[in-house]
């Protein structure tokens, strides 16, 4: 329902969320593995009608009666090899999504810095994650070291005075893992990651984040 004009509307859609998997045994010790998901998003009722009040006279959300339903696809592909007697193992995923009719925002603002934003649908930018691990033993000196990197990207559009904003991150880390195993009785592993994180829009006199950082 409209609370502004009194006018009341009913939406029916039908929401959609195949499934599909597919695993391939290479050899004994290795497989190939793929899978794909389809999910249907509905705009929530603020969306499609938020409330006008607002504690700022200087910014206005408008509803957006004509929004559509969005649909993300999500496909991903994996390799594992592993070998039991020299305690080797090596892993590598990757995940791409995308989502069409994706919920953002259009705004403009005026001379007098006034602000007005509506909700839109727009196709997303494709996105992508992935992750590699190798870890290998040292059986004489009860050592199991590893290491790996993982890396992601993702991205929107937006609207801004009639400009179409792309908007990008990307992630990534190196991690290392060293464990020390004395029988059954004490285990003693360190982690480490170094991190790097990047964050850039084309909004004009944006500031472009880049940041290095390390936990453990």
């Known amino acids: 329902a409209n609370n502004d004009t009194r006018i009341k509307s009913k939406r029916q859609f039908i929401n959609l969320s195949p499934n599909a998997n597919m695993t391939i045994q290479l050899k ?3 497989s190939l593995s793929f899978n794909y998901s389809g999910l249907t998003f509905q705009p929530s009722v603020n969306q499609l009608q938020p409330l006008r009040k607002s504690s700022s006279q200087l910014y206005t959300q408008v509803g957006n009666p004509d929004l559509r339903p969005g649909f993300t696809h999500t496909a991903g592909l994996n390799y594992n090899r592993f070998d039991w007697i ?3 193992n090596f892993y590598v995923y990757v995940n791409v999504n995308y989502a069409t009719n994706n919920i953002t925002s259009k705004t403009s603002t005026d001379a007098q810095g ?3 934003s509506q909700y839109i649908n727009l196709n997303d930018i494709p996105g992508m994650s992935g992750n590699l691990n190798y870890s290998w033993q040292y059986k004489k ?3 199991r070291p590893g290491v ?3 890396m992601s990207y993702y991205g929107n559009y937006t609207i801004l005075n009639d400009k179409k904003i792309k908007n990008r991150s990307i992630n ?3 991690h290392a893992l060293l464990v020390y195993e004395w029988t059954n009785k004490l285990t003693v592993n360190y982690g480490g990651d170094l991190n790097y994180n990047f964050g850039k829009s084309d909004i004009a006199n944006s500031v472009t984040n880049l940041n290095l950082s390390h936990t453990d």
């Open 114 to 116: 006034r602000t007005v």
């Open 172 to 174: 990534g880390s190196i």
């Open 148 to 150: 790996g990197t993982s």
């Open 86 to 88: 020299k305690g080797r």
């Open 141 to 143: 000196l009860k050592l």
């Open 28 to 30: 004994e010790n290795s």
